[in-house]
């Protein structure tokens, strides 16, 4: 079993200093309009007359976070002071643990607008381009998820998950040209990011813009 870091010993390890200490901020949640949006897994019907899959889109919530210590936490809120594994790989944005995945954050970021949401199945891929994209897979063991920061702690979300089991994560992120530059946060690289445009809206004036797409891919 790996060991694993409280969330303060983490931040030792990986030598990151304090940035800033904003509250997270919990804004109403812009639900579907409908429950019965669908997306494909590619175009609705393959040369053969094939029909893909379909994927539906169960929920979705929209807030913004302040991370701190170049980081903030998607988690499970039955995990407590757990953070990611000790041997994660800080050369990739993603840092999952036990019921959790942090991401890593340029140390310009001082707020980051978030879309969380919940699919049936894989999805579709989000259209335009990102500054950044990573997949990780991870147990929810209560299937109840918080936005979790270092200086403020655990604040829940309501994103409607099917049950507790196995979910892949989709995050695709973007910058905001206007606020930056911004550097990378990762381990030996500090790389001026790109900042591809398309995402204002997303952005609404926040420095990131984070879409993070949620299946289940097995039950507990």
């Known amino acids: 079993m790996n060991a694993r870091f409280t969330v303060f010993q983490a931040l030792v390890a990986v030598g990151i200093g304090h940035e800033h200490a904003d509250e997270i901020t919990a804004e109403p949640f812009a639900a579907s309009s409908s429950n019965d949006q669908w997306a494909t897994n590619g175009p609705a019907l393959s040369t053969a007359g094939e029909r893909y899959q379909l994927s539906r889109l169960l929920d979705v919530c929209e807030t913004t976070v302040s991370p701190s210590y170049r980081l903030f936490g998607l988690v499970d809120t039955t995990m407590g002071a757990e953070t990611f594994d000790h041997d994660a790989n800080r050369s990739k944005w993603l840092l999952p643990g036990p019921g959790l995945v942090y991401l890593q954050v340029p140390p310009q970021v001082v707020r980051t607008a978030i879309r969380m949401e919940s699919w049936t199945t894989s999805p579709a891929l989000p259209p335009g381009q990102w500054a950044g ?34 979910y892949r994560m989709r995050w695709q992120w973007a910058f905001n040209p206007d606020t930056g530059p911004f550097t990378s946060p990762l381990q030996g690289c500090s790389d001026v990011l790109a900042t591809p445009g398309g995402h204002e809206a997303a952005l609404g004036g926040d420095d990131q813009f984070c879409l993070v797409q949620i299946w289940r891919t097995a039950t507990a």
């Open 133 to 166: 994209h990573e997949e990780v897979e991870v147990d929810l063991p209560e299937g109840e998820l918080g936005l979790q920061t270092v200086d403020c702690g655990l604040s829940e979300i309501p994103l409607v998950l099917p049950s507790p089991g196995t």
